[in-house]
């Protein structure tokens, strides 16, 4: 881990509502990696990317280098809530 945070990797499984959106809130001062296992998406976002503190991956070995990492899990919604 590193000792600076300004240096600190996030790593966010899961690039869906929530992952997408944590994803949005922590890049705006941190380094980020996006993992999803859905490789359209990851290309997808990946496309529209210029910033080199964002990386969008379909590699878990990538996600090896981030210092915290946050699983997003979908949430069911049914017709009860």
């Not at 705006?28 to 990386?55: M, Q, W």
């Amino acid at each position: 881990m590193k000792n600076n945070l300004d240096e600190a990797i996030v790593g966010i499984i899961d690039l869906g509502y929530v992952g997408l959106s944590l994803f949005e809130a922590f890049f705006k001062s941190l380094r980020v990696t996006g993992f999803d296992i859905e490789s359209d998406r990851v290309a997808e976002l990946s496309r529209s990317n210029n910033n080199r503190s964002l990386i969008f991956t379909d590699d878990t070995k990538k996600m090896a280098e981030a210092d915290f990492i946050i699983i997003c899990v979908p949430t069911l919604v049914t017709k009860s809530r």
